[in-house]
């Protein structure tokens, strides 16, 4: 198989997850941007009514006055990203990268050949366990989106005002993170962006990435794709440096990719039983 098409294999999920999520994204907000004008234009239609109506009272007409200038501010995104259509957009575009991410491995697990390797249920895979927790522990302490300012926050309770949707939907996220996300994000950083980076710093050694084995260390490439990681994740980007680290480390220990992803579905399952178990939702 090419050089080029085994790239294709590992990046084509992360690359497919974020140009739907995307466009999930941008559609949503163009209608919740469209439905705030319609609702700014009735307002102004109300508030020059009633300035009409108010108008041989100077108390009555100043107050409709400051209505109307009001109504003319148009929200920005971070104020349409707390709106009801922004907020349930988010659960199409997770259920999306879930049922996305799953489908792809299910028909191309076969030729990506680190996914099939047999794995050695041994003392490091308790090591990985530990690690996975360690990390998801640590994404909890450093707590970057404390202030929920960055994102809309997972409350499907709230936002379809039904227990048992709250409860189906969070059953969704702690399922789709643990299992189908570590496969998505590990395939493309660990798998071929470490090794991508590998293979460029020793030029002339390797012909393919592909060629670089997962026991291959390299602290420029472990740091240099990590950090990459990290910058992608924007506001929580230490938590997302750090446990990056701690997955390559895992996989370079024994060579394993299964181990890096062993330790990255414990990370997301610890996160998320911390979310379920405390309902601090600005985690997720």
């Not at 163009?30 to 700014?40: F, Q, S």
């Not at 997302?240 to 390559?248: E, W």
Request: proline share 2%; aromatic share 14%; hydrophobic share 45%.
């Amino acid at each position: 198989m090419g050089a080029a098409l085994q790239g294709a294999l590992r990046i084509t999920p992360w690359i497919l997850t974020i140009i739907c999520a995307n466009v999930l994204h941008y559609r949503s907000l163009w209608t919740a941007r469209d439905e705030d004008r319609k609702r700014v234009l009735a307002q102004r239609i109300t508030s020059q009514q009633k300035a009409k109506h108010d108008a041989t009272s100077k108390e009555g007409y100043e107050f409709t006055r400051k209505q109307a200038a009001t109504s003319k501010h148009e929200l920005l995104t971070f104020d349409l990203m707390r709106s009801p259509v922004m907020r349930k957009a988010r659960y199409k575009i997770k259920l999306l990268r879930y049922v996305a991410t799953s489908l792809y491995i299910l028909m191309f697990h076969g030729f990506i050949a680190e996914l099939n390797e047999v794995y050695p249920v041994n003392i490091f895979t308790l090591e990985c366990l530990i690690v996975g927790v360690l990390s998801g522990l640590i994404t909890v302490y450093l707590n970057e989106n404390q202030d929920e300012a960055m994102r809309t926050v997972w409350r499907p309770s709230y936002d379809f005002d039904s227990g048992f949707l709250g409860d189906t939907w969070d059953m969704i996220r702690l399922v789709g993170a643990s299992l189908a996300v570590p496969v998505e994000e590990e395939l493309f950083y660990h798998s071929w962006m470490y090794r991508y980076i590998v293979k460029l710093s020793h030029s002339g050694e390797y012909h393919s990435f592909a060629d670089v084995s997962f026991s291959d260390w390299s602290w420029v490439a472990w740091i240099v794709s990590n950090g990459i990681r990290g910058i992608y994740n924007g506001k929580e980007w230490q938590s997302h440096f750090i446990s990056g680290l701690l997955f390559q480390w895992m996989i370079g220990r024994r060579g394993l990719f299964l181990d890096g992803l062993l330790a990255h579905a414990i990370a997301n399952l610890t996160i998320g039983w911390w979310v379920l178990s405390t309902n601090q939702r600005q985690f997720w």
